[in-house]
DNA sequence: TAGATTGTTAATCGATTAACAATC
DNA sequence: TAGATTGTTAATCGATTAACAATC
């Protein structure tokens, strides 16, 4: 049974190939083949071809690929195809966000519960469901069956509480702490550092203003 | 006037480099060796010293790296010595969570406006901002020195919005709509797309559950 | 001075692009 | 069949790691 790893790299851009798929079969676009799918998504042809046969050949030689079946094969391959039951840590403004954030749920991430260290807003009902205190994640994690936990904590607990959700059995963790949490390598986190981004973009800035001063030079 | 272009998979783990000297710094550690480093940050000395090096030679042999200095040299290099102006385009749940989150003032980006098109928003106050109609972006952009924007705002209106800011001189756009936008390659975009960060735990945690099966078999 | 650790060159590894035979 | 386009191998490019001379 042989293990063929597949790049990160690949796996980032696979979700980018699912948006562009679900709009042209929105836009009832029946096949396309890796050369427009190039033009329009601004990578090269090849490595769309080379992407794809990481998981097998969805083409044909002198059609292309047929739009609508490769939407559904990537959503498969990404997990799209089942239901991922959730709950949301920290029920601040990022955290209400994300649960009143109706995508999601469309695309099968459901959120069962949510809960919040702070007592003053245990009660508080967001998108249906009642904001409960830390305690209660244990025994609700045993009645439901909740592979994704989403982390929107200050950083200060994070790792604490990263720790508790994996010996409750916790799968997966979307990180949006700033701080790299320490679990076995078997627990999947996704981090979101928004920071780090607004640092980016930052230092992109700084670049332009640089390449600005140079032309001028 | 040489202009070495640095790779993007550096620029993308600079923050990650701040974030941990931060801490170190907050902590008093005075100095760190590259070793040292690789150990807490699991990455290769290599890597880091590699890194480093395509800013300068911060280091001193025989010492290692004074924590400190390069955690300010970084922040010079991420352009975080500079204060930043942002309007954030787009008051709903996110948009309000982005304004409400007080880390991004400390490190020198202030939001100054904030926009939206839904009408029955309009004057509302987010700590300490008036909510404007769009229309006033230009005028505000004119009379504020405004750098980024912030959009928060759904995918159907972002791609004409952004060539609207393009138009208004902005330089910046931290894109959080989850579609592709179509500005000169002189404006900077970081884009956040949530939903495909959430894919890819997805497809990892997938990856885990077929480990579990191939175990199994 | 001896020991430590950088800065930097060289070697390796991996990812992207190009090319083309296979085939629809 | 001829034309188009994939799947896949080979070539290139870039990024990471290893090694070590320079030097504090």
Redesign the interface.
């Given at each position: 049974?042989e293990?063929k790893e597949i790049s990160r790299a690949v796996?980032?851009r696979?979700?980018?190939y699912?948006?562009y798929l679900g709009e042209l079969n929105d836009e009832g676009v029946e096949r396309i083949s890796s050369q427009e799918l190039s033009t329009l998504m601004k990578v090269t042809a090849s490595q769309i071809r080379q992407d794809l046969n990481n998981f097998g050949g969805f083409g044909q030689q002198g059609y292309g690929y047929n739009v609508k079946y490769l939407y559904d094969e990537i959503g498969s391959?990404?997990?799209?195809d089942?239901k991922?039951n959730l709950i949301l840590i920290g029920a601040?403004?990022?955290g209400?966000?994300?649960a009143?954030?109706v995508?999601?749920e469309k695309?099968g991430?459901i959120i069962k519960g949510i809960f919040d260290s702070n007592e003053k807003i245990h009660g508080k009902v967001i998108r249906g469901i009642r904001v409960q205190p830390m305690e209660e994640i244990e025994s609700f994690m045993a009645e439901n069956d909740i592979?994704?936990a989403v982390l929107t904590i200050p950083k200060t607990g994070a790792v604490k509480v990263a720790e508790q959700l994996v010996s409750f059995g916790i799968?997966?963790i979307?990180n949006f702490a700033?701080i790299d949490l320490n679990v076995p390598e078997?627990i999947?986190v996704?981090n979101?550092?928004?920071?780090?981004?607004?640092?980016?973009?930052?230092?992109?800035?700084?670049?332009?203003q640089n390449?600005h001063i140079?032309r001028k030079?």
């Open positions: 049974m293990t796996i980032s696979l979700p980018r699912y948006r391959i990404l997990g799209l089942k991922h601040g403004n990022l209400q966000a994300l009143n954030y995508n999601f695309r991430f592979d994704i799968r997966g979307w700033h078997e999947e996704e979101v550092h928004l920071s780090e981004s607004l640092m980016r973009l930052s230092y992109k800035l700084k670049g332009e390449a140079r030079v």
